[in-house]
């Protein structure tokens, strides 16, 4: 058990809903990661975030939106679904001085969001 | 830029026999290196990690790497496998410079009884 936890665990939806995902950081962690991963594009980096800030940008579509509360968990909301959608997403926690990419990272057990 | 390719995307060994994940890298600055591994249905979990200390990385379940300048390599090794490592296994790159992690696409590791 890595210590991060994400709810929920499963999530059908239809296309062009919006739908929420929550991750809560490891005790004391305060950068928190998001990722997607898909079968044809694998594992791919979302945002960081870092106490509370926005600390680094990937792949992420402009449906996407993400932010960190001023309790560290984090929320990424992924509007206008569309079935490309479907994914297990990924949120990790690193660095309780946390400032740096090259943290370890601590993962959850992932969101599997399904799209119909 | 900063970029890694895993060499092979399935790998099938005995068990007891050794185990080679091959994983290159492209990077602009001095990058961190990490090996992670997941299970199926399960998170990710750090296996190693490079950060320009030692060049040998000895990391859990007995996996070790060797960072290679040289060759941009950051293979990982096992002497002898088990079938508990049957899982995927991912290569991690990232740097402060660029601020971005990048991931391989994964290494399928198959331990045959």
């Known amino acids: 058990d890595s210590g991060v936890t994400q709810t929920p665990k499963h999530l059908i939806t239809a296309t062009g809903q919006r739908v929420t995902l929550r991750c809560s950081p490891r005790s004391g962690d305060l950068s928190v990661y998001w990722y997607q991963q898909s079968l044809d594009q694998g594992l791919q980096f979302l945002i960081q975030y870092y106490n509370g800030e926005e600390r680094a940008k990937g792949n992420i579509l402009e449906r996407f939106s993400a932010q960190q509360f001023p309790d560290l968990h984090s929320e990424l909301n992924l509007s206008s679904l569309e079935l490309g959608d479907s994914a297990l997403y990924f949120c990790?926690?690193?660095?309780?001085?946390?400032?740096?990419?090259?943290?370890?990272?601590?993962f959850g057990p992932g969101t599997r969001l399904t799209v119909l | 830029a900063q970029s890694v390719t895993q060499l092979d995307s399935h790998v099938s060994v005995s068990e007891g026999t050794p185990v080679l994940l091959r994983c290159n890298y492209s990077?602009?600055?001095?990058?961190?290196l990490f090996w992670y591994v997941q299970h199926p249905n399960k998170g990710l979990q750090l296996l190693l990690k490079?950060?320009?200390?030692?060049?040998l990385v000895k990391g859990i379940n007995g996996f070790e790497a060797e960072f290679k300048k040289s060759e941009t390599s950051f293979h990982l090794t096992k002497p002898s496998a088990h079938m508990s490592d049957a899982a995927e296994y991912f290569c991690?790159?990232?740097?402060?410079?660029?601020?971005?992690?990048?991931f391989g696409t994964g290494t399928k590791l198959q331990v045959i009884p």
């Open positions: 990077s602009s600055y001095s990058p961190s």
């Open positions: 990790a926690s690193s660095g309780h001085s946390g400032l740096s990419v090259t943290d370890t990272q601590y």
């Open positions: 490079y950060t320009s200390a030692a060049t």
């Open positions: 991690v790159v990232s740097e402060e410079g660029y601020q971005k992690v990048t």
